[in-house]
């Protein structure tokens, strides 16, 4: 099937292919060899997607998925899963009306698949979204992807991360998809391969809402399920318990540190999450949103907040004094060090009593 994936013109596929899986139903999840069918036929009657047969054979070339539309895939499927998670109950009724609406799912993938008696085979597949079978299909995009550019796709005007649940899903299958291993039906069992530079870095994000929401769910999960790449200076090397430990956690491995109720202390002592979030409070509608999550580090681990405040700034200051530093590049620099004024005037604020007593 790899084969297939890198033998025919990419398609982005945008809204219109997680519209009509939705509309298909569970069903088309029902084994990998019929969401690979389902998916090349959806492609194939898309926009750019080369029209094509409604054969169900899979003779015809598969149509691969860019970047974009396996970002979309991924939101969805996360989405999906979440939301079966949260509403999941062991009453008959419900059952009963899973079942209904598994039958009419399986009704509507044999239409697609041209093949009217596709729902009476037999399917041992549960009647909700298998998505075991959906990253085990996404892997074969593995190779021919540049997944950095599908982590910066999640860039789209529905992307939200609705909670932790929803996230873990998300990152499970990123994991999964781009060959980095990891499990899916129970989550992912170690770190996940998400990129932090193409969510947080350099670029601004035109769903700037939904990239806060990525940045928040990330901070409250922790470093066993996400961990911040951090830079020299941002990792704890020595006995400062502000600072924080290689592998994303606080204190000296053994005692309690004042960050010790910090869900994930890496992601406040990064400098491009503060960064970040910095740049996004400037947006008004984003103000209070972004302040909220800063205010989760504030009240968990206010010493690496200040620490972080003080390295941005110490950098950005170092940044504006390299000499021949090219007019445009400068300004990009003045940019970043003017980002999220007043927010950073109210963290002060709140800090500096904290830790800087006035004289008797």
């Known amino acids: 099937m790899a084969s297939e994936v890198l033998s025919s013109p990419a398609t982005d596929g945008g809204p219109g292919i997680v519209n009509i899986l ?53 939101h969805f499927f996360a989405a999906v899963g979440a939301r079966k998670d949260g509403s999941s109950s062991s009453s008959s009724n419900n059952n009963n009306n899973n079942n209904d609406a598994y039958s009419l799912s399986s009704a509507f993938v044999g239409v697609l698949m041209n093949d009217h008696d596709w729902n009476k085979a037999d399917k041992t597949s549960s009647s909700d979204w298998n998505l075991d079978v959906v990253s085990q299909v996404l892997t074969d995009f593995s190779l021919s992807l540049h997944w950095p550019l599908v982590a910066r796709s999640f860039d789209f005007p529905e992307f939200k991360i609705r909670d932790t649940r929803h996230l873990e899903l998300l990152l499970a299958l990123y994991t999964k998809a781009s060959g980095a291993g ?4 129970g989550v992912v069992g170690g770190n996940s391969s998400l990129p932090l530079e193409p969510i947080a870095g350099v670029g601004d994000w035109r769903n700037k809402e939904g990239q806060l929401t990525l940045l928040r769910a990330l901070l409250i999960v922790p470093p066993s399920v996400y961990k911040f790449p951090l830079e020299e ?13 290689v592998d994303g956690s606080t204190g000296n491995g053994g005692g309690t540190s004042p960050s010790s109720s910090c869900p994930n202390p890496g992601g406040f002592a990064c400098s491009k999450v503060l960064q970040r979030l910095l740049s996004l409070s400037d947006e008004p509608k984003l103000h209070q949103s972004a302040r909220e999550v800063l205010g989760m580090g504030l009240q968990s681990c206010p010493e690496i907040i200040l620490c972080a405040l003080v390295r941005l700034q ?14 445009q590049q400068l300004a990009m620099i003045r940019a970043r060090a003017q980002a999220g004024m007043p927010l950073k005037g109210e963290l002060m604020r709140e800090l500096i009593p904290l830790f800087f007593s006035p004289n008797p």
């Open 233 to 245: 200076g941002e990792e704890r090397k020595d006995a400062a318990a502000a600072l924080v430990n």
């Open 182 to 185: 990891g499990i899916v039906a």
């Open 314 to 327: 110490l950098s950005n200051a170092a940044a504006m004094n390299v000499a021949d530093t090219p007019p």
């Open 22 to 74: 939705m509309d298909l139903g569970p069903a088309c999840t029902s084994n990998a060899g019929t969401f690979r069918d389902a998916l090349r036929l959806i492609t194939q009657k898309l926009p750019g997607g080369g029209g094509g047969s409604s054969s169900s054979s899979g003779s015809s070339s598969a149509i691969p998925l860019k970047e974009g539309g396996i970002a979309r895939l991924i």
